[in-house]
């Protein structure tokens, strides 16, 4: 049993409203603007030992708004600046669909973090998801994890509609960096 066969841990970060601030179908790098507390946050995870991966649904390609080869662009770009900002992520992985088109990649369906697990050798049920969305929380919920929601981005807007919602978020705060607090706080207490 070679350090290989040991499990990781990871967060799940959604992109938009999450990480950078949400401009409603970001379609171009100029718009690109982080939190200022991300890159700070993200070592802070990769120090407690995670793997740290970013999530997003980009439907803006699916809906004509975007080019593959556009949102490849952006993804590089936006890699590129948290990279100068001393951050750096394992990985990023999109879907480009619509609810509709019922692929199995749209958060909060598990596709993107199965395809995650598999290249990065992850154990999903002590992972996070962190996102500004429900789809996000739902997504940790639904890989057997854990799923936080926060208020940036359109997050105060859907804790509005938490009430319709069965299933509940593991946790709520205010932003990425709140989020990432809790998680290293109880993941010591595990
Ligand atoms: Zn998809």
Redesign the pocket.
């Given at each position: 049993m070679g350090e290989k066969s040991i499990k990781k841990s990871a967060v799940f970060l959604d992109r938009d409203g999450t990480v950078i601030f949400d401009k409603n179908y970001l379609r171009s790098s100029i718009n690109i603007k982080f939190y200022a507390y991300v890159a700070e946050s993200i070592n802070k995870l990769r120090v407690a030992g995670f793997k740290i991966i970013i999530v997003t649904?980009q439907s803006a390609v699916r809906r004509g708004l975007l080019t593959k080869k556009d949102l490849h662009k952006i993804n590089k770009n936006f890699l590129f600046m948290l990279h100068n900002k001393g951050a750096k992520v394992d990985g990023l992985y999109y879907?480009?669909?619509i609810d509709s088109?019922n692929?199995?990649?749209?958060k909060p369906?598990i596709?993107?973090v199965l395809e995650a697990a598999k290249d990065f050798n992850i154990d999903l049920s002590k992972s996070y998801t962190i996102g500004d969305s429900i789809r996000d929380y739902l997504l940790g919920f639904a890989m057997g994890g854990k799923g936080i929601l926060i208020l940036t981005g359109q997050g105060k807007k859907h804790q509005k509609n938490l009430t319709l919602e069965k299933i509940k978020p593991f946790f709520v705060c205010k932003n990425l960096k709140q989020a990432v607090n809790f998680i290293i706080k109880n993941n010591k207490k595990i």
């Open positions: 649904n879907c480009p669909h088109d692929c199995s990649c749209r369906r596709g993107m």
